[in-house]
């Protein structure tokens, strides 16, 4: 029987990576060289975990800014300018106090719209294709009936992306079983009508938006076609390097390039890492011995495949029962299992809804449009029965439980 090649570890850094310069992949990701730290990583880094700070509610009140900002010092102050690779202290200096300007001017622009978001920093990592896919999404919002958008921060200069990164997000976000159930839990929607319906770029420093909507699967499938491609290349051990001025000149692996005389050679444990692609084939027992290791590692990922599935449907029967029994918490196996309830609210014609809003003066009341502030309009005594049956038809409250285990 042919045995199925271990799956390669994939995410779109990598793939980007190996697109710029294949040789410079195999420095960092093969031969893992350590790569001089670079202060526009660090300054991202840092704006990144502030808007997480910022958006990292199950429902409002969102943080105040003095919060943010404090959130974005902590994660500042957490490495040196020297760690963060400043060689000029003024220049790490002028960097925070450009990212306080920044946050403020986020936070004064977004505070009046903020909503509360699907997930934040939502990681996941899903086997497709021989690949086993990473991607980690800075912030997945709910825009209503179950469709999503999926937002990536850019700090950088310069607002204009290629799509790919977007594109791989949609890819792999359309077939975690994961997002569909963490996002039918927070908003309310079925699993089945959760879909993507917007990509965007957010741009930091200009506050602007690059908005698009899904991509075709005929895009989809042509994109995956080149990831396929950067697959097959590096499973094949092709590190070519491909110079450009442009891209040699900040490359931290120069001295080792061959192109710039140095010797690329890779040392014997990385030769091990890659299973004898990239050195002389080992004899045939060492063969075998790969061949067992690597069938041996893709058996226990598609059982740890199979038993996510299962604890994910124990989970959600588990949370429906105690849920009706009315259990809140139970100890089991040494941790706590809590019961966490959580309200879904649809709003099928939303522009209806705001319009009886407005007309009988409760807008300001259900601003966010939350299950929270919808039912505190629906249970205030003095709401006119008519307007309250009037609201009530345009929207559709559920309830849903979910359980934590805590560890004792
Ligand atoms: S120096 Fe240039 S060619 Fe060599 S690895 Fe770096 S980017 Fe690639």
């Known amino acids: 029987m042919m045995k199925k090649p271990a799956l390669l570890q994939f995410s779109h850094s990598r793939m980007s990576l190996y697109r710029e310069c294949p040789m410079k992949y195999k420095f960092r990701y093969i031969d893992k060289l350590p790569e001089e730290p670079k202060p526009y990583f660090a300054f991202g880094s840092s704006i990144h975990s502030a808007l997480e700070f910022l ?35 003024a220049k790490a200096d002028a960097d925070y106090a450009n990212g306080l300007e920044m ?51 850019k700090t950088g200069k310069h607002v204009s992306r290629e799509p790919d990164q977007l594109y791989m997000y949609q890819k792999i976000l359309e077939s975690s079983a994961e997002l569909r159930y963490k996002a039918a839990m927070r908003t309310g929607a079925k699993e089945s009508d959760i879909s993507v319906d917007q990509l ?110 299962q604890a994910l449907s124990l989970k959600k029967e588990l949370a429906a029962l105690m849920a009706e029994k009315n259990v809140h918490s139970l100890e089991a196996g040494g941790c706590s299992v809590v019961l966490e309830q959580l309200s879904g609210l649809e709003v099928p014609d939303r522009k209806a809804l705001v319009k009886t809003l407005r007309e009988t003066g409760l807008y300001e009341k259900a601003l966010a449009l939350t299950p929270k502030s919808i039912m505190a309009v629906l249970s205030d005594e003095a709401l006119p029965p008519p307007v309250k049956d009037k609201i009530s038809a345009l929207v559709k409250i559920s309830r849903r439980g979910d359980v934590s285990v805590f560890k004792k």
């Open 103 to 153: 946050l403020q001017a986020y936070y004064k622009k977004h505070k009046a719209t903020l909503s509360v978001p699907v997930s934040v920093e939502f990681r996941t990592k899903v086997p497709v294709d021989g690949l086993d896919v990473t991607v980690i999404v800075d912030r997945i919002d709910h825009l209503g009936g179950g469709k999503i958008r999926i937002v990536d921060y």
């Open 200 to 309: 965007v770029f957010y741009h930091v420093p200009s506050l602007s938006e690059d908005v698009s909507p899904r991509a075709t699967d005929r895009e989809i499938a042509a994109f995956w076609e080149k990831a396929l491609v950067v697959g097959e290349n590096i499973r094949a051990a092709k590190f070519d390097p491909q110079p450009e001025e442009r891209k040699c000149r900040f490359c931290d692996f120069k001295s080792r390039c061959p192109i710039y005389g140095g010797g690329a050679g890779p040392s014997p444990s990385q030769s091990d890492f890659f299973g004898g692609l990239l050195s002389e084939p080992p004899h045939k027992a060492a063969a075998d011995v790969l061949q067992d290791k690597a069938a041996a590692y893709v058996a226990l990922l598609e059982k740890i495949s199979a038993l996510d599935e």
């Open 55 to 89: 958006y990292d509610v199950k429902e409002p009140p969102f943080p105040a800014l003095p919060a943010v900002l404090a959130a974005f010092k902590k994660d500042w102050e957490s490495l040196t300018p020297e760690q963060k690779g400043y060689t000029d202290p």
